[in-house]
């Protein structure tokens, strides 16, 4: 097939493709809306790790999960959840919410959108745990 056919068949099939997933929706960024939500997603990454609590941030993108092994971030990454532990996350106040460095290469650092209220209870939480983890 001549080139000046099969290209724009192949951008057109492409946009097609495109637009049908974001019209059924398959492309929206993940949100987490309720507790129980962040739970199950907490154990699908850590299937074994039962939390002992859970704070979702107010616009659902975020949660602070506390489990025997310490604090982790559970957030979304596109479409996906990712986790963090946070014992050793570097964390930096910005006005709308957090901003947490890590020490892997992949994903050095997650803003986190939180009201200054969720700021300051995760901020509190954040530091005490790592206190509480460098007296260990």
Known sequence: MPLHILAPMVVVGLLIAWGTMRWAGCSRDLHFTTVEDARLHWLRHRPGAKPRDII?????????????????????????????????????????????????????????????????IWRDRIKAHQQESRND
């Open 56 to 120: 979702v941030a107010s616009d659902g993108r975020a949660a602070l999960v506390e489990v025997a092994s310490g604090l982790w971030l559970l957030r979304s990454f596109g479409i996906d959840s990712v986790i963090h532990h946070l014992d050793q996350a570097q964390l930096t106040p910005v006005n709308q919410g957090l901003t947490l460095g890590f020490q892997e290469y992949d994903d050095p650092k997650a803003k986190i959108t939180l009201t200054p209220e969720e700021a300051d």
